[in-house]
């Protein structure tokens, strides 16, 4: 049988001692020190959930209250399907995949980003899919703590979002007042709504300050270890880089998300910049329809214009496909040469360096007289191309406006470009064909080593064309 072992803790601040004290030995209170006994194997202190009221246990860690764990005291009695929470809703497993696989019960996770790109209304949507449960018909509360709505407002969009889950809805700012009524409720996970408007009682500064910031997070911390609770903590990012914004508290949680999104888009990333328990290259799509987010069936190609699906084709244009996380895009790259120019060269989601080689390399080693022109670059939809892979559909669309001859729409280009004019492999070149393939494209242009190791199997109507070097893909597509 297990050895029952008594501590006393400070109903006030969580000091624990092995003895009795009138007063509390940590902060002087007196008639605070309650008994409480831990049934953990061999006086394992299996966490403050059994305190009275709870009061104070997320206080700063007084000593005595932890101790190091045999690797195999953690590992014990844990189920490894419980180990995530995964979070399948209408955005499909965008949020699951960003997080590594599901939310990690016990970790605090915050989610940064602009005002108004969309923070709460994913947080109320992730509420529900966890109350809801998923297929192992298990479901629990959970908990939405909004400082900046009432729990009227939060309620209207819970309507416009047609959530009917069990979730409770609490508007407060006090940390303490929150973790305890929380904590009563032991539910499936806690959302607070933003960082920036919560604080600590006793404790110096305003809300949103550094000081409230850091410690109201860092008391969420404490509080989502002890209890198991998944903490998901809102952070808004303001544009003067100021200090007291989600940045700062990135070293003390779990895992940082940021939500991004085009201002006149309706389209919303979600990626991960730091993540305890995956990878953070993963990137979650979605699209702000009027009824909360949703997965993007064409996520694909998204990033296309209207005009390139368009019949009528204009010169200038050409395909690139990119892979962030384990996603691929295709995005179009433009561009417009101006003959008898000065010889300016401006670019738009391209690295100028890189932009300036490939116009060189064009002009060196396949012919293209470009020297005198104006070479204006651009990248649809203001994607920022990082990808060498791209290289090729920048000299295509370069080339194609050079000539005036246009691109046909269901072409696409993948490669790196080499100075000697040389098409060179990139990472992942099977997922990035298979990708085009399956949109439907009649031709992908690739670097011969990749034709070779690709053959010509599973892309049964696209031709995958393999070329050395430019001049082979100038006579192949014009
Ligand atoms: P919100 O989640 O409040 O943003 P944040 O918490 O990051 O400040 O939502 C921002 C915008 O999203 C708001 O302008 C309205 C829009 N929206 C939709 O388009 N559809 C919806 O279903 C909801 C709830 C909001
Ligand atoms: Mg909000």
Redesign the pocket.
């Known amino acids: 049988k297990a050895k029952e072992k008594v501590q006393w803790v400070c109903s006030n601040c969580g000091y624990s001692a092995g003895q009795w004290w009138g007063v509390c030995r940590s902060c002087s209170v007196a008639g605070t020190m309650k008994e409480v006994k831990f049934s953990g194997t061999d006086g394992m202190v299996s966490g403050f959930s059994v305190l009275e009221d709870g009061v104070g246990s997320w206080l700063p860690q007084q000593e005595g209250e932890m101790r190091p764990l045999r690797l195999a005291e953690v590992n014990r009695g844990l189920d490894i399907h419980h180990w995530r929470i995964p979070l399948t809703g209408p955005f499909g497993d965008e949020v699951s995949r960003v997080l590594g696989g599901g939310l990690v019960p016990g970790s605090l996770t915050l989610i940064g ?1 602009d ?7 994913l947080l109320l949507q992730i509420a529900a899919i966890i109350a809801e449960g998923q297929n192992d018909g298990e479901s629990s509360p959970v908990v939405y703590v909004s400082g900046e709505e009432s729990v009227e407002q939060i309620g209207n ?1 819970a309507d ?2 047609r959530i009917e889950s069990d979730i409770y809805l609490y508007s407060s700012n006090d940390v303490e007042d929150i973790l305890k009524k929380v904590q009563y409720l032991s539910p499936g996970a806690l959302i607070v709504d933003s960082i920036q408007t919560v604080y600590l009682k006793g404790l110096m500064g305003s809300p949103g300050g550094i000081m409230q910031v850091k410690e109201c997070t860092s008391a969420l911390l404490r509080f989502a270890k002890k209890t198991n609770i998944p903490v998901l903590l ?1 952070g808004h990012v303001t544009k003067s880089g100021d200090i007291a914004g989600p940045r700062v508290l990135e070293h003390i949680v779990d895992v940082v998300l940021y939500m991004e999104g085009e201002k006149y888009s309706s389209y919303r990333m979600l990626r991960a910049v730091k993540n305890r328990f995956g990878s953070t290259d993963e990137l979650g799509v979605f699209e ?5 987010l949703q997965a993007v069936s064409n996520a694909s190609e998204m990033f296309l214009s209207e005009q390139h699906l368009d019949s009528e084709i204009l010169a200038g244009l050409a395909v690139a496909v990119i892979m962030d996380g384990s996603r691929t895009f295709l995005i179009e790259i433009q561009a417009l040469c101006l003959s008898g120019s000065t010889g300016t060269r401006e670019v738009n989601g391209i690295p100028l360096k890189r932009a300036n080689m490939i116009i060189s390399v064009l002009i060196k080693q396949a012919g293209l007289r470009i020297q005198e022109d104006a070479v204006f670059l651009n990248v649809v939809s203001g994607w920022s191309l990082t990808e060498t892979a791209g290289d090729l559909a920048i000299a295509a669309a370069i080339c194609s406006s050079c000539l005036e001859i246009p691109i046909p729409n269901d072409i696409a280009f993948i490669g790196e470009i080499g100075l000697g004019g040389e098409l060179r492999m990139v990472p992942r070149m099977e997922k990035r064909v298979y990708t085009v393939a399956k949109l439907g494209f009649r031709m992908c242009i690739v670097p011969k080593v990749a034709e070779k190791a690709l053959g010509t199997d599973g892309f049964e109507k696209m031709e995958v064309v393999g070329c050395r070097n430019l001049k082979e893909v100038i006579n192949t597509v014009f």
């Open positions: 980003g005002p108004g790109v969309g923070k709460s209304t969009r416009r979002l809102i702000m329809s009027h009824s909360g």
